[in-house]
Nanobody, 120 residues
Framework: QVQLVESGGGLVQPGGSLRLSCAASGSIFRINTMGWYRQAPGNQRELVAAISRGNTTNYADSVKGRFTISRDNAKNTVYLQMNSLKPQDTAAYYC??????????????WGQGTQVTVSS
């Protein structure tokens, strides 16, 4: 059994910053790509940022230059530093990871989601 637990969401004013964290735990052999997705009401879930085990990153055009994804492999944790937040960043943010379990089967795992609201 593998779990992803997110933290760090909340309410912030436009131009502000938040840092999301997502820690993986359980029967883990190796964590491959980790990432963050978001979903606003009425919209499809979209990729925000992803990072490979070797730290290659990929960002949605809408967040480039404002958001930074990073990971700590020793802690099985991925972070999303969000700066210069805009109202259109308001959404539920979901952690995603591709994890090889200790029985050497690879699955996609999702966190429960954390709400980010950008409003004055």
């Amino acid at each position: 059994q593998v779990q992803l637990v997110e933290s760090g969401g909340g309410l912030v004013q436009p131009g502000g910053s938040l840092r999301l964290s997502c820690a993986a735990s359980g029967s883990i052999f190796r964590i491959n790509t980790m990432g963050w997705y978001r979903q606003a009401p009425g919209n499809q879930r979209e990729l925000v940022a992803a990072i490979s085990r070797g730290n290659t990153t990929n960002y949605a055009d809408s967040v480039k230059g404002r958001f930074t994804i990073s990971r700590d492999n020793a802690k099985n944790t991925v972070y999303l530093q969000m700066n210069s937040l805009k109202p259109q960043d308001t959404a539920a943010y979901y952690c995603h990871a591709i994890i090889t379990t200790q029985i050497l089967v690879t699955y996609d795992y999702w966190g429960q989601g954390t709400q980010v609201t950008v409003s004055s």
